[in-house]
C-alpha cells in the first residue's frame, strides 16, 4: 500500500508539471470567436475544427484556440451530436454562462483546455462515456465541472483552483470515475447532489483547504485500501502505512466515508 502511495508521488510531480504547461502560452494559442456546433453537420472548419473525420479513431479536432467569451454566454457549445471529437489546447475564458458546454454528446474528450472566470468551467448535460483530462479550471463562479444527468465518464488529472466547486455533480450524474486530481482552495472540493444517482468511484485527489460533501452513495477509495488526501485531516498513522487510521467523514446526509484517507498528498505542489 506505501509502494502505491510512493509511486503516485512521483508521479504527482510530473502530473503538476502537465497542468503548467497543458495550456501551452497565449502567443502559440490563435484568436477565436465563440464557437457553437449543433449536430454533427456543425463540425467544420468556420467552427473550429482543425482535422479529423467523425470516428473513433480519428474524432474531430479543435485545438489551439484561444476563445475570449467575455460577450458571450458561452465560449464553445456543442450539442446533438454523435461523432467523435476531441477539444484540445484551448484556452476559454469570460464566458457569463459557461466557457465549454456539452449537451446530447457522445465519443467526446476535453483535454489539456484551460477554463477559467466564467459562471461554469464545463457543464455536460446528459453525455456519457467522456474523457474529461489534464485540464485547469480557475475561479469559475458556480462550479469548475458541472455533471447533469451524465454517467460513466472519467475525469482525472485536472487542476481545480479557487472559485465555487470543483466538481458539482447534479440530478442522475452516476457511475462517473473521479481520480488523481487537484482540488486547490475550491468553495467545495466535490459536491454530489444526485439524489436519484450514486455509485461515483473517487480516489487518489488531493483536496487541499477544501471538503467533499455529498448526499447520495457514493466510493471514495480505489477498492483496493487507498483513499484520497484531505489537508484538513489531522489524524494518526500509527502503523505507518501511509494511511490515516481514522475514517474521513464527507459532509452530508449519505453518511460517506474516506475509509482509506492517505497521509500525504498524491500530487504536491511543487516546482520540481
Known amino acids: 500500500m506505501r509502494t502505491r502511495i510512493v ?3 512521483l508521479c504527482g510531480v510530473v502530473t503538476l508539471a502537465w497542468f503548467t504547461i497543458g495550456v501551452r502560452a497565449e502567443e502559440d494559442l490563435i484568436p477565436h470567436s465563440p464557437i457553437e456546433i449543433i449536430g454533427d453537420t456543425g463540425f467544420t472548419v468556420e467552427n473550429g475544427v482543425v482535422a479529423g473525420t467523425g470516428t473513433n479513431e480519428d474524432p474531430y479536432l479543435i485545438a489551439g484556440w484561444m476563445i475570449d467569451a467575455t460577450d458571450a454566454s458561452f465560449g464553445v457549445h456543442v450539442e446533438g451530436t454523435t461523432k467523435a471529437f476531441a477539444i484540445e489546447r484551448c484556452r476559454v475564458f469570460g464566458a457569463s454562462s459557461t466557457a465549454i458546454d ?3 454528446v457522445k465519443k467526446a474528450s476535453v483535454s489539456g483546455c484551460e477554463m477559467g472566470t466564467s459562471y461554469f468551467g464545463l457543464s455536460a448535460k446528459n453525455s456519457d462515456n467522456l474523457t474529461i483530462a489534464d485540464n485547469s479550471f480557475f475561479d469559475n463562479d458556480y462550479a469548475a465541472l458541472f455533471l447533469i444527468n451524465s454517467s460513466n465518464n472519467n475525469i482525472h488529472d485536472n487542476l481545480f483552483h479557487a472559485g465555487g466547486p470543483g466538481i458539482l ?3 442522475n450524474a452516476m457511475n462517473n470515475t473521479v481520480h488523481d486530481n487537484v482540488f486547490d482552495h475550491c468553495k467545495i472540493g466535490i459536491s454530489i447532489l444526485s439524489l436519484a444517482g450514486g455509485g461515483n468511484r473517487i480516489y487518489y485527489n488531493d483536496f487541499l483547504s477544501c471538503r467533499a ?3 447520495a452513495c457514493n466510493l471514495w477509495d480505489d477498492g483496493k485500501g487507498t483513499g484520497n488526501y484531505w489537508s484538513e485531516y489531522g489524524h494518526e498513522d500509527a502503523d505507518g502505512d501511509g494511511i490515516g487510521d481514522v475514517p ?3 459532509f452530508g446526509s449519505g453518511y460517506e466515508y474516506d475509509y482509506h484517507p492517505a497521509m500525504t ?6 516546482n520540481e
Open 213 to 215: 460533501a455529498s448526499e
Open 265 to 270: 498528498p498524491f500530487h504536491p505542489m511543487t
Open 7 to 9: 509511486i503516485a508521488l
Open 102 to 104: 456539452l449537451v446530447d
Open 169 to 171: 455533480f447534479y440530478e
Open 248 to 250: 474521513y467523514r464527507i
